[in-house]
């Protein structure tokens, strides 16, 4: 099992920037695909964005390509998502989330371990 941590998140005005990191501990991430989910008030988790062990192949929910890209380091274990031109509908809590297979998923339920996630708020 592989503890997750993210940070990152805060209140930041419409247009700006936030970037998220994860880092991961118990184990190593390499061959391990990673995604972001974001949860809203009263709305249900979404992927945002995932990618593979490698870091070659990367996928984002269509709200927020162009805006935010995912990357991953596996020799300091940890992935990032550069969050820019952020939207008041962006708001939620983050999380991030590892599977146990290296290619990736966009489907929630197949992530194995999860953070606590970090809030990310966007005002007007």
């Known amino acids: 099992q592989v503890q997750l941590v993210e940070s990152g998140g805060g209140l930041v005005q419409a247009g700006g920037s936030l970037r998220l990191s994860c880092t991961a501990s118990?184990?190593?991430?390499?061959?391990?695909?990673m995604g972001w989910f974001r949860q809203g008030p009263g709305k249900e988790r979404e992927v945002v964005a995932a990618?593979?062990?490698?870091?070659?192949?990367?996928y984002y929910t269509d709200s927020v390509k162009g805006r935010f890209t995912i990357s991953r380091d596996n020799a300091k274990n940890t992935v990032s998502l550069q969050m820019n031109s952020l939207k008041p509908e962006d708001s939620a809590l983050y999380y991030c989330?590892?599977?146990?297979?290296?290619?990736?998923?966009?489907?929630?339920?197949?992530?194995?371990?999860w953070g606590r996630g970090t809030q990310v708020t966007v005002s007007s």
């Open positions: 118990g184990r190593t991430l390499a061959f391990v695909a």
């Open positions: 989330a590892a599977r146990r297979a290296a290619s990736m998923s966009f489907h929630l339920g197949e992530y194995d371990d």
């Open positions: 990618i593979d062990w490698s870091g070659a192949v990367s």
